[in-house]
């Protein structure tokens, strides 16, 4: 678990490297006051753990770049890959200019996952498939959290996207949208991978091989669910996800009911790990405990089951909630 005492976490994105598990995360000050000021004064932060349930925080790895820069406001979610002499971080960025309304994706190389320079490319939405920026139909333009992997059947590593396609119901648009590129230099946008048409957001893509299926994993808040949905009282907050038998998918919403969900969304922005001794866990960003505040941190893993038909299940366990109150108070009061 990953509570710090000055500084609210959130989303969050791992790299295993020699015996290590590093973890990029969205952090703020608590000195904000305002849970809801931490999105535009976000940072990626970084820490460490051999096990995923003990870290240790490094500091800041990534944070806005310089006045009248295209990503002056905040950095936001992204991925690590490895490539020859290192690591690439893609991540999301916004600008004071554009009211930190306007999302665009850029890049960051590591030779040693610790220091991170940012290069000149810049990935903005392509408005042949997706919606643009219209405050009359939606808050932002939503082009965000890119996730970035080498697909070895195609030979092309893919980039998936948080994004809204341009047409349809405003609350049923939400998308995971597609990028492709054989370099990691020139990307080519593409048509979305996946549009169940049931929410206005699907945040947080993840893709990942259980058994011999794959598993797009996506979050999403009560409110970002569709009226049909709400309507069918199924509107959780929380992670859940889609299945395809390749990498390439498509991607298919099995079921309606979330993997990890509930009204308050205690565990949010969900990651499932493959660990060192080849089990897949998940972690999330802790939201809430029972009717507690805000919390900002991150939660301990928890076992993945799989049934036989396929359907993923986690078991927080009986009184995990009490796990959390001794970690936060140690944290926060130190």
Same mark, same amino acid.
């Given at each position: 678990?990953?509570?710090?005492?000055?500084?609210?976490?959130?989303?969050?994105?791992?790299?295993?490297?020699?015996?290590?598990?590093?973890?990029?995360?969205?952090?703020?000050?608590?000195?904000?006051?305002?849970?809801?000021?931490?999105?535009?004064?976000?940072? %990626? #932060?970084? !820490?460490? @753990?051999?096990? =995923?349930? /003990? &870290? $240790?925080?490094?500091?800041?790895?990534?944070? +806005? *770049?310089?006045?009248?820069?295209?990503?002056?406001?905040?950095?936001?979610?992204?991925?690590?890959?490895?490539?020859?002499?290192?690591?690439?971080?893609?991540?999301?960025?916004?600008?004071?200019?554009?009211?930190?309304?306007?999302?665009?994706?850029?890049?960051?190389?590591?030779?040693?996952?610790?220091?991170?320079?940012?290069?000149?490319?810049?990935?903005?939405?392509?408005?042949?498939?997706?919606?643009?920026?219209?405050?009359?139909?939606?808050?932002?333009?939503?082009?965000?959290?890119?996730?970035?992997?080498?697909?070895?059947?195609?030979?092309?590593?893919?980039?998936?996207?948080?994004?809204?396609?341009?047409?349809?119901?405003?609350?049923?648009?939400?998308? %995971? #949208?597609? !990028?492709? @590129?054989?370099? =990691?230099? /020139? &990307? $080519?946008?593409?048509?979305?991978?996946?549009? +169940? *048409?049931?929410?206005?957001?699907?945040?947080?893509?993840?893709?990942?091989?259980?058994?011999?299926?794959?598993?797009?994993?996506?979050?999403?808040?009560?409110?970002?669910?569709?009226?049909?949905?709400?309507?069918?009282?199924?509107?959780?907050?929380?992670?859940?996800?889609?299945?395809?038998?390749?990498?390439?998918?498509?991607?298919?919403?099995?079921?309606?009911?979330?993997?990890?969900?509930?009204?308050?969304?205690?565990?949010?922005?969900?990651?499932?790990?493959?660990?060192?001794?080849?089990?897949?866990?998940?972690?999330?960003?802790?939201?809430?405990?029972?009717?507690?505040?805000?919390?900002?941190?991150?939660?301990?893993?928890?076992?993945?089951?799989?049934?036989?038909?396929?359907?993923? @299940?986690?078991?927080?366990?009986?009184?995990?909630?009490?796990?959390?109150?001794?970690?936060?108070?140690?944290?926060?009061?130190?």
């Amino acid at each position: 678990m990953l509570i710090l005492p000055d500084h609210w976490t959130w989303d969050f994105w791992l790299m295993e490297a020699g015996e290590r598990y590093h973890l990029y995360f969205l952090m703020a000050p608590i000195s904000l006051g305002d849970p809801e000021l931490r999105h535009q004064n976000a940072r %990626i #932060g970084h !820490a460490v @753990s051999t096990d =995923l349930r /003990d &870290w $240790e925080f490094i500091g800041e790895a990534l944070g +806005p *770049g310089a006045p009248g820069e295209w990503d002056d406001l905040a950095t936001w979610t992204g991925s690590v890959i490895r490539v020859a002499g290192g690591w690439q971080m893609y991540y999301t960025g916004v600008n004071r200019a554009e009211d930190g309304l306007v999302q665009r994706i850029g890049r960051a190389t590591s030779t040693d996952l610790h220091h991170w320079t940012k290069d000149a490319f810049v990935l903005e939405v392509d408005p042949r498939w997706y919606e643009e920026l219209d405050l009359d139909v939606w808050f932002d333009l939503t082009w965000r959290d890119p996730w970035v992997y080498f697909d070895e059947a195609t030979g092309e590593y893919r980039m998936l996207i948080t994004a809204r396609v341009r047409d349809g119901a405003v609350d049923s648009r939400g998308a %995971i #949208g597609l !990028a492709r @590129s054989r370099t =990691l230099d /020139d &990307w $080519e946008v593409l048509p979305p991978v996946a549009t +169940p *048409g049931e929410f206005g957001h699907m945040e947080v893509p993840q893709l990942e091989r259980i058994g011999d299926r794959w598993y797009l994993f996506f979050s999403a808040y009560e409110w970002a669910h569709s009226a049909a949905r709400i309507s069918d009282g199924v509107a959780l907050c929380g992670t859940h996800y889609l299945v395809g038998d390749t990498a390439s998918g498509p991607f298919t919403l099995e079921s309606r009911d979330f993997f990890s969900g509930d009204p308050r969304g205690e565990l949010y922005a969900g990651r499932v790990v493959r660990t060192f001794e080849g089990e897949h866990v998940f972690l999330a960003f802790l939201q809430f405990v029972d009717d507690g505040p805000f919390i900002g941190g991150l939660s301990d893993p928890f076992p993945i089951a799989v049934d036989p038909a396929g359907r993923l @299940s986690i078991e927080r366990g009986g009184g995990w909630s009490r796990l959390v109150e001794p970690a936060l108070s140690a944290a926060r009061s130190a």
